[in-house]
């Protein structure tokens, strides 16, 4: 049975599914990159990837409009994030246990209003895939790369703009400058509030479309705690990355990868015990994490609140 894996069809079905699942992690991952390059770590990336799924789902089944939907997830994550900026910025709140709260708040009422709204699971007509000519026809490369709904291209088009704003505009320079030294940018004129502000909502957003991705564009159902976790995984993606977009989507394929291979195991009923490889990600997630946190250089103010002096 094991050596069913290694039919061409079953390796182009996992890495397709690689490619695939990979983008939920990126959303969220390069968003959290965002918030913590400047010096905020955000721990809630689950709630607000919950809220953004239901949100998404809920107005994509009722209006029947996708694009509505997906507005809709990017709104009540913009919002969770306004909310954990104000808390973090503002209040000085430490952002471990802030954070947190907020993953608890989306879970809990991801689960309310999906009992109150809807009560039963649904499914809906998600993101068709997008057919490229020539290059969807190419055999094998097609089916894995050019054979993906918009969400997933979206996803893998944000890595180089990430990269482009975190290195190569005064925008980004003025993030990183927050993340290291916030004393030293706010003394040449650099609004350390607002430029956290900005990181953390954009990465609410970012975790919103996350969400929807899940219910409208990649599972295409909501259920009560359907992210199972993806969005910690993505905070450990940043910390894989080197908070660099490019080491992000490295650990975002490395994780898609090793999920889809725990999928197909159960597709083809490979005797392996479904709890064991259901861990397969999460045993990832804390091996990659003890082999990289002490190996990289996470920025001098991360989680680190800044007053600034009068």
């Known amino acids: 049975m094991i050596t069913d894996l290694l039919s061409t069809t079953v390796l182009i ?5 690689g490619i695939r699942l990979a983008t939920p992690y990126l959303y969220a991952a390069i968003g959290e990159t965002f918030g913590q390059k400047s010096g905020v ?17 809920y107005v994509a089944y009722t209006t029947g409009n996708l694009w509505l939907g997906l507005l809709a997830a990017m709104f009540v994550g913009a919002l969770m994030g306004l909310a954990m900026a104000f808390v973090t910025v503002n209040l000085h709140a430490q952002q471990g246990i802030s954070g947190i709260g907020f993953y608890l708040f989306g879970l809990g009422m991801s689960e309310l209003l999906f009992q109150r709204l809807m009560g039963t699971v649904e499914t809906v007509k998600g993101f068709p895939k997008i057919y490229i000519p020539g290059l969807s026809d190419i055999p094998g490369l097609g089916e894995i790369f050019f ?25 980004g320079l003025k993030i990183r400058a927050v993340g290291e030294n ?8 650099v609004n350390v509030a607002r430029v956290r502000y900005f990181t953390i909502i954009l990465g609410g957003t970012l975790s ?6 899940l219910s409208i564009a990649l599972l295409n159902v909501f259920q009560q705690n359907m992210t199972s976790g993806l969005g910690f995984i993505a905070v450990a993606l940043v910390y894989f990355g ?3 977009p490019v080491g992000v989507l490295g650990g975002a394929l490395l994780f898609s990868m090793v999920n889809s291979l725990q999928l197909w195991i159960q597709v083809l009923g490979i005797p392996v015990p479904s709890d064991i490889a259901v861990m397969m990600p999460y045993v990832l997630t804390i091996l990659v994490l003890v082999a990289t946190v002490s190996r990289v250089r996470s920025p ?9 002096e009068s």
Do not use: H
Not at 13 to 17: C, D, K, P
Not at 155 to 161: I, M, N, R
Not at 300 to 308: C, D, G, T, V, Y
């Open 182 to 189: 916030p004393d030293a940018a706010d003394s040449l004129g």
């Open 41 to 57: 770590l955000n721990l809630g990336v689950e709630g607000q990837m919950l809220l953004g799924c239901f949100a998404a789902f």
């Open 242 to 244: 080197g908070w660099k």
């Open 208 to 213: 919103g479309i996350a969400g929807a991705s």
């Open 147 to 171: 054979n993906q709904n918009i969400l997933v291209y979206g996803a893998y088009l944000l890595v180089p703009l990430a990269w482009f704003v975190l290195n190569k505009t005064t925008l």
């Open 300 to 308: 001098s103010a991360l989680s680190k609140p800044f007053e600034r």
């Open 13 to 17: 079905g996992i890495l397709a599914s």
